[in-house]
């Protein structure tokens, strides 16, 4: 099983932004999106603000693996849904706090149910 390394963690949760590019069905991989990623514990987490209905949302569903960079890494995962309430409310904080010098026009979209229900969990692979 692959994991984070401490560094790979420090690294991307602590850039602004995020790659992200989801993988297709037959393994290619679509053009990247740039979104914003938090760090949790020893987890790593993305938010679409158009919640389920996004292009790149919809794209981590068909085969639940991409690849990012972020921080100067450059890493295949998979992609997880998070439905437990109590982490989605945790990620919640994280983006207020991590994001905070931004206006709120910026992030509160975040925190929306809609928002809220597209949060991914990324696993290295």
């Given at each position: 099983m692959v994991i984070w390394t401490s560094e790979e963690l420090d690294?991307?949760?602590?850039?602004?932004?995020?790659l992200i590019a989801s993988r297709r069905?037959?393994?290619t991989l679509r053009n990247p999106v740039t979104?914003?990623?938090?760090?949790?514990?020893?987890?790593?987490?993305?938010r679409s603000v158009n919640g389920r209905t996004s292009g790149w949302f919809r794209g981590t569903q068909q085969c639940h693996e991409g690849h990012i960079q972020a921080?100067?890494?450059d890493k295949d995962v998979a992609f997880e849904e998070v439905v437990d309430n109590e982490i989605i409310a945790?990620?919640?904080?994280?983006?207020?706090?991590?994001?905070?010098k931004y206006a709120p026009q910026y992030v509160d979209p975040l925190m929306v149910?809609?928002?809220r229900?597209?949060?991914i969990k990324l696993v290295a692979r």
């Open positions: 690294r991307i949760g602590t850039s602004e932004e995020l069905r037959d393994g979104i914003w990623v938090v760090r949790l514990g020893d987890d790593l987490f993305i921080g100067g890494v945790q990620v919640d904080d994280v983006y207020r706090t991590k994001y905070q149910p809609e928002a229900s597209a949060t």
